[in-house]
Every structure is written in structure tokens, then in C-alpha cells.
């Protein structure tokens, strides 16, 4: 176990190592999202709102927005890598070690959830003159709501490293299971609009959940209020860590 | 698969040969435990493989066909994860300078040969000092020289007094390296030993290939015991027999005639004529 454990530490700090390498991947998963935000901020955030009455909505929810989409875009990078370490033999020649398949993909998602925190650090101090954080947001409950919202789109990003062919489709499959999904998610458009059967089927959505989550913590609501989307955003890593564990594919 | 039978002695160079697709990938990755056979039997180091892979990986060394590693790890990092994963390691370093990779410790694993890789694969294998080494096509896309250099280091690895079980599609490989070979086709084992009783049991016939000005050593040849076929092409004849003691008396024919012969040269059957005549087609195709 303790063996396990050091080999956990070890692999997770050398993907980080690994993925620091590759200048492009870093500047997508890193550099773009505080850059956007930034832009975005200045276009929707707290200046623009005060300045005239009519607030642009998407102002609001852009914290819930941008944690979600750091977290979505961190999970489409671990489907592509999974892919491609499956499609190069690397899984399974790792798999041929005292190492364990569990350990090789728990360092993967320690390393996307890393990634997910610092890119978030990194965006808030960005963005601190264009969008300065109230003191009353629970900073601390939103960070547990995004790390559980980030657990959940995990799941379902393990499923789809289970069903790609090869690591070419691992992007734009992401991109078509993920991009409908966040556009009915509530944070560019009330779900009420949809005609009634579609909008009851965003409501069940995980990114629904976690739109609403991350957005009512951020506004200093209790996690009692949003008992609903907890349950969806468990709901779906529950059946998607039972789906993938079955059809998962190392070779 | 079907019907798979051999036995690897401990200390020798052992070859599953066959051409490609022909199940010596399925049935090394049986015997390292990473692959369930649906019937029989394995054991090694008196273990089973798949019930007891937590011992064995103690104990075997893997290189695996296809496999790699990430494009961006350092050579030094993954021979560095590879000795966390045992309690027993040699000196990494000490096995880089062996396998001559020493000056490529902070290179990229992208940025290596294919013959480095292969290198660095052996290496990875051998970290733990296991007392068995699975090698799985170790030469395959490697030019001449390179290859010479991995069979210099697998030879090493027996002298060290491990056992290897190793796969090729390439014959040259087989009959240079191994000590014994079980020849698979079709996922059956067809025939198994060392490389020379196979071509003494398969392909008995020998050849002579001579060149000649003289004009009445045709006759002669075609006179001597045991000679089948005697074919002309201008000055060279190629003389083929059946038995072993062919080419001695090819050579007192022309001692007692006193036929001057500008060249002369022994054309052996080698594993590539045993899996021919085994099979009825080459391994090429």
C-alpha cells in the first residue's frame, strides 16, 4: 500500500512533468481559460454591470461558467491522453508493472484536478481588477462544489475514454457530448425557455446540476438549496464509474 | 491457439519463431500473465501466472511489441518510476551505461532511435533483476547494425545467468541467438529444438556451388554417391545431395580428377528452409 502510494506521488508528478513539456497543451489548458476570462470580465463583469442598469446576465454566472468550462476543458485533455497513451501501448505497457491500473488513471485525474485548481488561482488573480471577488462569496464551499462538479464530469469523461476508437475522435467526441450539454445548462439562457420536455430533460443534465451548484454557492446559497443537483452530480458518477469499469479498454 | 507445448530451461535464449500473426505475441503475453488462456496449463518459476502475478512480477521481465512510453518522459524518469515499483532494483545508472544509454539519460523518449527505445525497453525489463526476461519482437523495424548491438545485449542478459524467452519473425535472429526455438504456425507449435537439429532433421540435403572451367567435371560430379541433382550455368555448378558426408566427397572428386575450381562454397539450409519445408510456404509471405 505504501509502495502504491509512493508510486502515486511519483507518476502524478511526472505527468505533471510531462504535461508541463508540451507548450501547447499547457497554454490551451492554462494560459487561454484566464485570458477568456479576462476578456470576458471585462465585457460582462461587475463594472459593465454597475455602470448600466440593465445587466447583462451572463456577468453573474460567469464564475459558475468559467469553473465548469476549466473543468470540461481539463476533462476532454485526460480523454485525449488516455487515448493516446492507450492507442501507443502506453497503458497497457504500464499495466505490465507492479504499478495497477488504478494508480495510472488516479494519477491522471490527480494531475487534471491540479490543473483545474491552479488554472482557477491563476484566473482569480488575473482578473482581480476586472472581476473583484465579493468578500461575502463562500470561497471555500465553491471550491468543494467545484472539485465535486469536476469528480462528476470526470465519470463521464472515463466513459468516453472507453468508447473512442482512437485518439483523433478523443476531442470532438468530447466536444459533442459536452458543447449541447453546457448550452442548455441554464448559464447562457434559462432552462424555462426550451419547450417543457426538453427543459425537463436539461434539468436532469449533470452540467445542469453543476451550472446551478456553482452558481448558487458563488451567490451565498446553502448547499440544502441545491440538495437536487448533489444528487444528479452523484447520481452520475455513480453509473458512469460502473459503466466505464466495465467497458473500459486498456489495449 | 492451439496445442502450445514447450519447456524453456533456465539460463538459455529460448525463441517462439513463426511468422507474424501466428500467436507467439498471444502466447507471451499468457506466460507474462498479462493475457488469460482459455485451457491449459502455464508455469513459471513454478508459478501461475495470472494467480500468482504479484510474485512473478517480482521475478520476469517484460518488453512488450507496440508498447511505448509518453512521448515527453526522460529517459532517467522512467528507468526512475520503473525502480520505485520494486523493492529490489540494480543501479539504473550502472544499467544505462551498460546498455549504452547513458548519454541520452535527459533526452525525451520521442526524441530516441528505434533502436534506443528498444534499449531503453530492455533496460525498463531489467531493473529488478528478474531471473526471467520476456522479450516480444525486440529487433523488428531496426536496421542491420542495431539489431547486432541487442543481440549482443540479450546474450548479456544470459550470461548473467537469466533465462530468456523471446519471439521473432526474422530467422537470422533465431538461428544467431537462440539456444532452442519452438517454430509456431497458425497458433500451433510445429516442431521445437535447437536451431541446428531442426535443419539436420527437416532439410537433411546439403549443396555445393563450385565454378569450373573444366569441361569434363560435370561428368565426374554427376558420378560421386549420394549427389541428386547437378545443375550448370555457364562455369558454376550446384551440386545437391541428401546425406552429410556430401561435401567431403565433393571435395575428393576434385582431388583424385585434379579439377582447378576458381571458387567453392557450402550452401547450409537454414531455419527459413526448416519452416519452408514445415509448412509448404515461406515465412515471408
Known sequence: MARQLRALVKLTWLELK???????????????????????????????MTASRSVPAFGQVLPAFSALFIAMGAVTSLVTIISIYREGGILKRLRATP??????????????????????????????????????????????????????????????????PTARFAQPIAALVFYPMIAVSGLFFPVDVLPAPAAALARVLPLTAGASLLNGIWKGEGWLAHGGDVVILAATFVLCTALSSRVFRWE | MDDVSFDVQPG????????????????????????????????????DPRRDSRALQQRVGV??????????????EAVDLWASLYPKTVDGDALLARLGLWDKRDAWFMTLSGGQKQRLFIALALIHDPDVVLLDELTTGLDPQARRAIWD???????????????????????????????????????????????????PESTVVLMTGDEGAEAWLRAIPGVDTVDRHGQEFTVRGHDA?????????????????????TVLPTLEDVFLALTGHSIRD
Open chain 1, 18 to 48: 510531462i504535461f508541463v513539456r508540451e507548450p501547447l497543451g499547457f497554454i490551451g489548458s492554462v494560459a487561454i481559460p484566464v485570458l477568456l476570462f479576462v476578456g470576458l470580465a471585462r465585457a460582462f463583469g461587475p463594472r459593465v
Open chain 1, 99 to 164: 504499478l495497477g491500473a488504478p494508480v495510472i488513471l488516479a494519477a491522471h485525474v490527480v494531475v487534471k484536478l491540479l490543473l483545474t485548481a491552479a488554472t482557477l488561482v491563476a484566473l482569480t488573480l488575473a482578473g482581480r481588477r476586472v472581476y473583484p471577488i465579493d468578500p461575502a462569496v463562500p470561497l471555500g464551499s465553491f471550491a468543494v462544489a467545484v472539485l465535486f462538479t469536476t469528480w462528476s464530469i470526470l465519470s463521464i469523461g472515463f466513459v468516453i475514454a472507453s468508447i473512442v
Open chain 2, 12 to 47: 538459455e535464449i529460448f525463441g517462439l519463431i513463426g511468422p507474424n500473426g501466428a500467436g507467439k505475441t498471444t502466447t507471451m503475453e499468457c506466460v507474462g500473465g498479462l493475457r488469460a488462456p482459455d485451457r491449459g496449463t502455464i508455469a513459471v518459476l513454478d508459478l
Open chain 2, 63 to 76: 518488453q512488450l511489441q507496440q508498447a511505448h512510453l509518453q512521448k515527453r518522459i526522460k529517459v532517467w
Open chain 2, 153 to 203: 545485449m540479450v546474450r548479456g542478459i544470459r550470461e548473467r545467468g537469466k533465462t530468456v524467452l523471446l519471439t521473432t519473425h526474422l530467422m537470422e535472429e533465431a538461428e544467431k541467438l537462440c539456444d532452442r526455438v519452438a517454430i509456431i504456425e497458425r497458433g500451433r507449435v510445429v516442431d521445437a529444438g535447437t536451431p541446428a537439429e531442426l535443419v539436420r532433421r527437416h532439410c
Open chain 2, 245 to 265: 558426408g556430401l561435401v567431403t566427397r565433393v571435395i575428393q572428386c576434385l582431388a583424385v580428377h585434379h579439377i582447378q575450381v576458381t571458387d567453392f562454397r
